[in-house]
């Protein structure tokens, strides 16, 4: 009888499972490991593994009550599994593939090697869409519907676990974990394997955020989607912009997605079924709304498949003549604006640039882990154009802040907001037609930048431009209570315009973006090769060197080419699932 260890890592579900179901063949136990790789990262946040752990809690009932031990562990994956073979001489090794941070590669290809030299088998199955060692993009999307269209895995019956075993115990959380904690639970990567850690973690100071804050687990991740299948769903397409409106009028699984709790083909399942339920009851505003999340749940894969089919990603830009664009302390063809990098970059991740709605953003994401993908492009726009900051420090902070950080999505994203992918529209947000557009009363800038709550609303979305007797009269003197503007916004915009568009002429930049299209690019958006800025239906021919360096998944589609597009609608390739 074989002896199987299912390795649990972002798939902290029972339903759905294979890696579990194949386990019921023979005697199994399940394993989630803490690792201090993990711990130690710089996109680690400790209301991350808040939400891994509780999801891991339930997870880890609803398995014993079927004979399943999970154990859980503390320490690197090799040391963790040595010591359970030298124990248990299991024979099978079962997980899910993964496309994260690098670290994660790293560790895959150290657990595969120590399986090849004991003996193990270890069998891993894909998650969702994404597919490994893709050649080609072409044939993608027809891939993608045939994984999300099978039907999902049966939860076993019942397991026969291993016996003798010490479960170990899952960290400990008082309330959602807040910013100042991280280096408690990192400084614990010593701890013993199993023992508890971060058992000191505090919530956010502002309990305003709570409805904020995700519910972990796949039981709660089930209720938040049938009810927004059932309901909240009708006002999925005009409330994704609005920060206000997108508290409800979002999903809100997207921390559920990140780390398993839900399947990615049974939340495409359900939603299908519920726009066919919804159309033949002659509701067109839920059906409408549906259909726009059924949408982005696409572009989940085609965004994760990017970093799987080039890992490199994660640190470099996709455009290599993008290099050496963001190095420097000043702005290109701009004044200096009496601000080192390292202080607009401080002053953004603190929420005090004086721009009322990114302040209000950045403060809502630091509380909370969550904003909708509009006001998240907006960050990053504003970071990377108006400050001129590199992406990668703040897509770090980011990352940090995102309680659904999910690796392949995340730089894709970062380099698509800030122009470094080659063929992507240029987005500009401007942050003042942004708070005026998104937050016409200020309710949300009060709620979260309360030195303007007593500014008078002609004056909130501009504060700099209230005169002295003013400021004074609404307690808000600039300068002393809010800061001024970091940067003028249009001259800003306007150097970082000239820059960007000086890159793209260049003949280098031309020649790569027909690389860069063939090996990420959506089959289904005709973009032509070269040219960029064309909207004619040539498509180019499959790359045939696109073999990841990684030995594992991959799976692709494309995007629109460079046009410059200031302030613009909603991206529909990157609003993604919010």
Not at 27 to 51: G, K
Not at 238 to 244: F, I, M
Request: net charge positive; proline share 7%; hydrophobic share 40%.
């Amino acid at each position: 009888m074989t002896k199987s260890l299912v390795w649990l890592k972002r798939d902290l579900r029972s339903l759905d499972h294979a890696p579990l179901a194949a386990a019921a063949e023979g005697v199994a136990a399940a394993l989630w490991i803490l690792e201090p790789e993990w711990l130690n990262s710089p996109e680690f946040h400790p209301r991350q593994l808040a939400f891994a752990s509780a999801c891991v809690g339930e997870l880890r009932e609803a398995l014993a009550k079927r004979g399943l031990p999970l154990l859980v562990r503390h320490g690197s994956a090799l040391s963790v599994l040595q010591e359970l073979f030298e124990r248990h001489r299991f024979d099978h090794l079962l997980s899910h593939e993964e496309t994260g941070p690098g670290w994660t590669y790293a560790r895959d290809r150290a657990v595969g090697a120590w399986c090849r030299e004991r003996g193990v088998q270890w069998q891993e199955w894909p998650q969702h869409g994404v597919v490994r060692r893709l050649r080609s993009r072409t044939g993608w999307a027809s891939r993608w519907a045939g994984r999300m269209n099978a039907a999902p895995v049966p939860m076993p019956e019942a397991w026969s676990g291993w016996q003798g075993l010490e479960l170990g115990g899952l960290p400990e959380f008082e309330a959602p974990a807040s910013p100042t904690t991280r280096s408690r639970v990192g400084s614990q990567i010593g701890s013993p394997i199993g023992s508890p850690i971060g058992s000191q973690i505090s919530p956010p100071s502002d309990s305003r955020s709570d409805s904020w804050v995700a519910t972990p687990g796949q039981t709660a991740g089930l209720g938040i989607l049938d009810d927004f299948l059932s309901g909240r769903g009708r006002a999925y397409r005009r409330s994704l912009s609005s920060p206000l409106t997108a508290e409800s009028g979002c999903s809100r699984i997207s921390a559920h997605l990140a780390f398993g709790a839900l399947s990615l083909r049974m939340v495409h399942q359900r939603t299908e079924a519920a726009i066919a339920q919804a159309q033949a009851q002659a509701d067109r505003a839920l059906a409408s709304g549906l259909r726009g999340f059924s949408g982005r749940l696409r572009w989940h894969c085609h965004f994760m498949q990017k970093l799987e089919s080039e890992p490199e990603i994660e640190f470099a830009h996709f455009a290599r003549a993008c290099d050496g664009l963001r190095p420097g302390e000043d702005f290109p063809g701009a004044p200096a604006w009496g601000h080192t990098q390292a202080s607009r970059l401080q002053a953004w991740q603190d929420g005090q640039t004086g721009y009322p709605m990114v302040d209000a953003c950045m403060r809502s994401l630091n509380a909370t882990g969550w904003l909708n993908f509009r006001m998240r492009a907006m960050l990053v726009s504003f970071a990377s154009y108006h400050l001129w900051l590199h992406w990668r420090p703040t897509g770090l902070h980011l990352a940090r802040q995102f309680t659904d950080f999910e690796a392949g999505i995340h730089w894709s994203q970062m380099q698509m907001q800030s122009g470094t992918t080659g063929i992507n529209t240029l987005r500009i947000y401007s942050p003042t037609k942004q708070a005026l557009d998104q937050d016409p009363h200020g309710d949300f800038i009060r709620r979260w930048v309360p030195e303007l709550a007593q500014v008078p609303l002609p004056w909130l979305h501009q504060p700099w431009t209230m005169d002295a007797s003013l400021q004074r009269e609404s307690g808000c003197v600039i300068g002393r209570h809010y800061p001024p503007p970091i940067v003028e916004e249009a001259a800003a915009a306007r150097a970082a315009k000239e820059a960007m568009f000086g890159l793209r002429k260049g003949g280098e930049a031309q020649r790569e973006a027909d690389r860069i299209q063939n090996r990420h690019g959506s089959r289904k958006s005709g973009l032509p090769q070269t040219g960029l800025g064309r909207r004619a239906a040539a498509q180019g021919p499959a790359d045939s060197s696109g073999v990841r360096r990684r030995d594992r998944a991959g799976s692709a589609q494309a995007e629109p080419q460079a046009k410059l597009k200031a302030d613009p609608r909603p991206d529909p390739q990157g609003q993604l699932f919010d």
